[in-house]
């Protein structure tokens, strides 16, 4: 943001001594402070520039799961704990490169065949001299394209045209077609997999193989868009292709993790608690500043309001504990351990709301499937009015920190965004601080901490917790149950793994 010097000062020495009176809604002096000067951007700052990308498993996501720690403590916030986890399955990157081997002219100078590439999060490593065989290009890959390759695929790098990336929907649309790809691509022992990046300007990014903890038995890479069209145009004009694939990354199971949590004690209703909470984690080739530094420092800021709330003697009715996931981008696997380490205390848990689409105004919340909620958030969300207008959904998804909420009954709210500032970065080289659109990320802040301790602060709770029978239902109505059987999570729901427990069915 830009900002004359003296208009600022004057705005912090507002916000600094306009302590909250009786007569001030907290929400409201909440949403005021947080769109005065505050840490928030140098938090971010901080977060990207000096410590980085930060996947699950990774030195960088336990540097800043302590700098997280440290940034609570600083804010004044109680209960202030790291949660650890062992994460189901992690990847980390190992070398990559490619090369156009065939065709290949005399006169090519040094380096114009090399292809820029990035591997698929949880698919096989090449041998460590690579990996060299012939191209098939193979359209959209779908079945009827699979069909009339017949046996030419067998031992062939398969090339996956897609198509470039506009708005959320094509993102939604890479994900579900990528399972459906990828088994045509194993079951017709095809060599490897190269998928066309969704992004022009030889732009890579990270694109999961799988959600689900299983590890994809093919090498696969993003390979640049650029490249890739060339591969197709050499492949129209009849020419054969050969390249040499070089991706060495490393998988490991029950890998140690550590979730970051913080707290501000309710005043009536200490033992009920409503969550706000970001992932902490990113993939590793950006420095995870949309995805999802941004809303991690965002959590972190509506913390410190409450918190100097709390020391002035303000305190909601219900606890709001703040959390900062790890293992999101590996599978949301910071969400489900907590989930997991305190089911017994889910009645509890009144709501959670999550950011995660970097900074694109929030435009109101997506319930998951939940129209009971409606009256609750529009409530909450009443001192921001002037921020709207807010239209909340009842789609359901998988796709943040969220879904073991949901599964598990528990009330969930994900911000609605613009996704246009987001997609052109997403899990991408350029995801650095400045993409961050500074001013949309204190107005974010100010709505999440209306909605946050507006729900928080409600007489009644804002939803119950639904029974395992209206989970059932749920994933029914709302389609969720395609998603979840696409992303190899129907069966752990089925067996009670993941998602509230079989037996509690008829428990309420």
């Known amino acids: 943001m830009k ?57 960088a996501v336990d540097r800043a799961v302590d700098w997280g720690l440290a940034r609570f403590r600083e804010a004044g916030l109680e209960n202030v704990h790291a949660e650890p986890y062992a994460a189901p399955r992690t990847w980390l990157a190992g070398a990559e490169s490619a090369e156009v081997l065939a065709p290949r002219a005399d006169w090519a100078t040094p380096g114009s065949e090399r292809l820029r590439i990035a591997a698929l999060p949880f698919s096989a490593p090449t041998p460590a001299a690579g990996l060299e065989a012939e191209v098939l290009d193979v359209g959209e890959g779908d079945a009827q394209a699979f069909a009339a390759a017949g046996a030419r695929v067998a031992g062939r790098l398969v090339l996956f045209h897609t198509t470039p990336m506009r708005g959320l929907e094509d993102l939604f649309t890479e994900y579900m077609e990528t399972p459906g790809r990828l088994a045509r691509a194993r079951e017709a022992r095809a060599a490897g997999v190269l998928w066309m990046s969704t992004h022009p300007g030889r732009l890579l990014y990270r694109h999961n193989a799988t959600l689900d903890g299983s590890l994809y038995p093919l090498p696969a890479a993003v390979v640049e868009r650029e490249g890739a069209l060339r591969l197709a145009r050499l492949a129209a004009a009849g020419e054969t292709l050969r390249v040499r694939l070089l991706a060495g990354g490393r998988s490991d199971v029950g890998t140690p993790a550590r979730n970051v949590v913080a707290e501000v004690k309710g005043r009536e209703k200490p033992d009920e608690v409503v969550i706000l909470g970001a992932h902490l984690d990113s993939w590793d080739l950006g420095r995870g500043a949309l995805d999802n530094g941004c809303n991690a420092a965002l959590v972190i800021d509506v913390a410190r309001q409450a918190a100097g709330l709390a020391h002035e003697g303000i305190r909601p009715r219900r606890t709001l504990r703040f959390v900062l996931y790890t293992g999101e981008e590996a599978g949301l696997w910071g969400s ?39 009256g609750a958030v529009e409530a909450a969300l009443a001192p921001a009015s002037a921020r ?66 507006g729900l ?35 069966e752990p729901f089925v067996r009670g793994e993941r998602g509230r427990a079989p037996a509690e069915r008829g428990a309420e």
């Not at 009330?411 to 500032?421: I, M, S």
């Open 3 to 59: 900002h004359q010097r003296g208009a600022s000062l004057l705005v912090a020495v507002f916000a600094g001594s306009n302590l909250a009176t009786a007569a001030d809604d907290p929400a409201s002096v909440l949403m005021r402070r947080a769109l005065a000067p505050t840490p928030i951007l140098e938090d971010l700052r901080q977060l990207t520039d000096t410590i980085g990308g930060r996947p699950t498993g990774s030195a």
């Open 336 to 374: 489900f351990a907590e989930v997991r380490q305190h089911r017994a205390g889910l009645d509890q848990v009144k709501a959670q709301v999550v950011f995660d689409i970097g900074t694109g105004k929030t435009t109101g919340f997506s319930l998951g499937g939940r129209a009971d909620l409606q």
């Open 388 to 453: 709207g207008p807010f239209t909340q959904t009842t789609d359901a998804f998988i796709g943040t920190d969220n879904y073991d909420y949901l599964v598990e009954g528990v009330p969930t709210l994900v911000a609605n965004q613009d996704g246009r500032p987001y997609l052109p970065d997403y899990h991408a080289e350029s995801d650095t601080f400045d993409k961050v659109d500074q001013e949309q990320l204190k107005a974010n802040t100010a709505v999440a901490a209306v909605v946050a301790w």
């Open 456 to 490: 928080a602060d409600l007489p009644a709770a804002p939803a119950p917790r639904q029974s395992r029978a209206e989970v059932e239902a749920l994933v029914q109505a709302t389609g969720l149950v395609e998603q979840m059987r696409l992303f190899g999570l129907w």
